[in-house]
């Protein structure tokens, strides 16, 4: 069942929607949002859905889709408030596009093929133009090849209906062949980063300086504070052994105000955050009710080779992402410890620093550089992993530390729960980067087809950095860059988008959808799967091609043991 944005038809079923009334009311709707459907009726029925945690409407209830379509779509210049401070204005890529969302994926259990095709069909038959998927499958599709699963066919007949579909790569990076959108029909994007930084820097009394994250003020210039570890500030009624967590400061009512008021409380981030079981905006709330002037955390040492993003905190305060940066901390914490010879008390907490702070941005670092989790090609034909003759992705796209929109509810990242911006890293927001920017391609080419527009995405990108060198590729999780070389088509495609040339281009490499029947049609034993998803015969194609013949804006062929000729038609369009 779906719900249009408009009002309610049956008063007969008022009590199934009180949680749409709730939290997404007709009014919701507006010259920017159009329309709003979801879609679970898969889900329903195999009985996991949960109309109270999923929301049994469009409301989004993570935050990821807000995020998103913000990114594609949203107006221009809208003052970005997180915690209390501000980090400018943010302006979607296609301000002025409307936008109609279409939710099948859900917090609790993710979401199932069948409802996610009804919300293509869907989508097509509203008349939209670009459909935005930063989705991915959770395992390569069975079968003769990868390109035949039901999402990828809805998307071929949204092709055929001159939609022009953008899906990120996935997050599965970056190993080889980790891709996870697979046919020449869908526009794949890689997430790159941009040359916009947060630093948080913590100066020790030693005059260490030690880098970490944190979307926080400083403390007072010029000002060194007192350091005092959670676990020296414990009250009588605490210890490590009632409470083996309470080093990370979720709890005020553990520690001793008198000892913490007025310093630097230095606090454990452990796997807990990860996992969402503690937050720093509970430890946050901790450091106000103590009065504490700042909050430390150091990173704990089994937290092995996780990538901490700037999380944003409304006191001074950084976080240390790296393991031996902490130990630094640590050491110089312990061994500026004053106790007394005989009872072993701590009579004096003799380490002090300064917090930086990070609420201003950096704009010197190198970029773009394709980020170590953006999934890789070559693209993957099959199950065996058998490579396929189309390059993917098809370019990168800034997706790395992203500001956009966020649900009043959303959940996705606890640290921004109940903020209206948030920041988020990965291939789902490269992919409406390109979203956006097809509408607006679109708006000037509107006789493009979707083959069009992806041409001219690829044929402009560009090959090099800010600097002039090669855009590198992170290639590892831990420490990745420091482990980085230059990128090669399967890490970035075409390379990295250049909005302004795309909106001037000149040479067009158009392909039909009977060139893709052609190319699936030209699959060994493909006959009656594409029979039983499009209704058509691959008797009625007088010839196939495999997909290096296809009029790509690219040449990629996974086996060659002989000379070959290839061939690419295009159409110049450059203005005069």
Request: with cysteine.
């Amino acid at each position: 069942m779906t719900y249009p944005c408009t009002h309610i038809q049956s008063l007969a079923i008022f009590q199934a929607f009180v949680r749409l009334l709730e939290n997404f009311p007709s009014g919701s709707c507006n010259r920017k949002l159009i329309g709003a459907r979801h879609f679970a009726a898969s889900a329903i029925t195999r009985g996991i859905f949960n109309s109270s945690q999923d929301y049994a409407s469009p409301f989004d209830g993570d935050g990821h889709g807000t995020h998103t379509a913000s990114i594609a779509a949203g107006n221009h210049g809208i003052p970005v408030i997180v915690a209390g401070h501000c980090f400018g204005n943010a302006s979607g890529m296609a301000p002025r596009a409307h936008v109609s969302v279409y939710k099948a994926l859900y917090k609790s259990f993710g979401g199932f093929a069948a409802d996610v095709v009804a919300a293509i069909d869907q989508a097509a038959q509203d008349g939209v133009d670009i459909v935005s998927l930063s989705i991915t499958p959770n395992r390569r599709p069975p079968g003769i090849a990868t390109f035949f699963n039901p999402i990828d066919m809805a998307l071929l007949s949204a092709a055929k209906a001159g939609i022009f579909t953008v899906q990120a790569a996935g997050n599965t990076g970056p190993s080889l062949k980790s891709m996870s959108s697979f046919s020449p029909w869908i526009f794949t994007v890689g997430a790159a980063s941009h040359d916009r930084v947060y630093s948080n820097s913590i100066i020790l009394g030693n005059n260490v300086t030690i880098h970490g994250v944190g979307l926080a003020s400083g403390t007072h210039e010029d000002t060194m504070l007192t350091l005092v570890s959670a676990l020296h500030a414990l009250n009588n009624e605490t210890t490590v052994t009632t409470d083996m967590y309470v080093g990370e400061c979720q709890d005020s009512s553990s520690f001793n105000q008198d000892v913490i008021e007025g310093n630097l409380l230095i606090c454990s981030y452990s796997i807990r955050f990860v996992l969402g079981l503690s937050t720093i905006e509970q430890a946050v709330e901790t450091a106000k009710n103590l009065s504490a002037a700042g909050l430390v955390f150091y990173m704990d040492p089994f937290v092995i080779g996780f990538q901490l993003n700037p999380i944003p905190m409304s006191v001074p305060g950084i976080i240390i992402p790296s393991p031996d940066d902490s130990k630094v901390l640590l050491q110089y914490y312990n061994s500026s410890l004053e106790r007394n010879e005989t009872t072993k008390q701590i009579t004096k907490f003799g380490a002090v620093a300064s917090i930086l702070g990070g609420l201003e941005a950096n704009y010197s670092n190198s970029a773009p550089k394709v980020m170590f989790y953006s999934a890789r090609g070559p693209d993957p034909e099959d199950s065996f992993l058998n490579d396929a003759d189309i390059l993917k992705p098809n370019l990168v796209a800034p997706g790395n530390s992203i500001w956009a929109a966020w649900s009043s509810l959303g959940t996705d990242s606890v640290e921004f729960q109940g903020e209206n911006f948030a920041m988020m890293s990965g291939t789902s927001m490269a992919a409406p980067h390109i979203a956006g920017l097809a509408a607006l391609i679109k708006q000037k080419f509107p006789s493009f087809s979707p083959s069009a527009i992806a041409s001219v995405l690829s044929t402009t990108a560009s090959l090099y950095d800010n600097n002039g060198g090669p855009i590198m590729a992170q290639r590892a999780y831990a420490n990745p860059d420091l482990n980085q070389s230059p990128a090669t088509p399967f890490d970035m495609g075409s390379g990295f988008v250049n909005a302004t040339a795309a909106l001037d281009p000149g040479l067009i490499f158009d392909s039909s959808y009977d060139d893709y029947m052609s190319f699936l049609c030209g699959i060994n034993g493909s006959s009656p799967v594409v029979l039983n998803y499009t209704g058509q015969n691959c008797l009625s194609y007088n010839s196939s091609i495999s997909g290096t013949d296809l009029n790509l804006p690219s040449i990629t062929i996974a086996k060659l043991n002989q000379s070959r000729t290839v061939q690419r038609s295009v159409t110049n369009i450059a203005r005069e």
